[in-house]
């Protein structure tokens, strides 16, 4: 069993940073892939980022590139998404999830892929 938790959400001005956290605890967890997700009100969850279980490969969705940055540190088993230049479409709440498998290509972006998920962080970002 794994376990995920994030942190880190807030209210934060358009143009502003956030640095969510997703602390994974339980037996092999630093054996997992990470993805991070988003919900917003309406919408379905939608893949944002993902990171490897050694940290060496990262996946990022065309729409974030270049603003979210996601990293882990295994010593802590924390993973990390550093978000820039926030804007009000980042308003969501965001989840991250972890994996067994090895992830390539759209597999990062398939919800069914991740075997754990946390319980999510609200962003909400203010114009």
């Known amino acids: 069993q794994v376990r995920l938790l994030e942190y880190g959400g807030g209210l934060v001005q358009a143009g502003g940073s956030l640095r969510l956290a997703c602390a994974v605890s339980?037996?092999?967890?630093?054996?997992?892939?990470i993805g991070w997700f988003r919900q917003a009100p309406g919408q379905e969850r939608e893949f944002v980022a993902g990171?490897?279980?050694?940290?060496?490969?990262?996946y990022y969705a065309d729409s974030v590139k270049g603003r979210f940055t996601i990293s882990r540190d295994s010593a802590k088993s924390t993973v990390y998404l550093q978000i820039d230049s926030l804007e009000p479409e980042d308003t969501a709440v965001y989840y991250c999830?972890?994996?067994?498998?090895?992830?390539?290509?759209?597999?990062?972006?398939?919800?069914?892929?991740?075997?754990?998920w946390g319980q999510g962080t609200q962003v909400t970002v203010s114009s």
């Open positions: 999830a972890a994996s067994k498998s090895s992830l390539y290509g759209s597999a990062w972006f398939t919800k069914y892929e991740y075997d754990y």
């Open positions: 339980g037996q092999y967890s630093t054996m997992y892939a």
């Open positions: 990171i490897s279980w050694n940290g060496a490969n990262t």
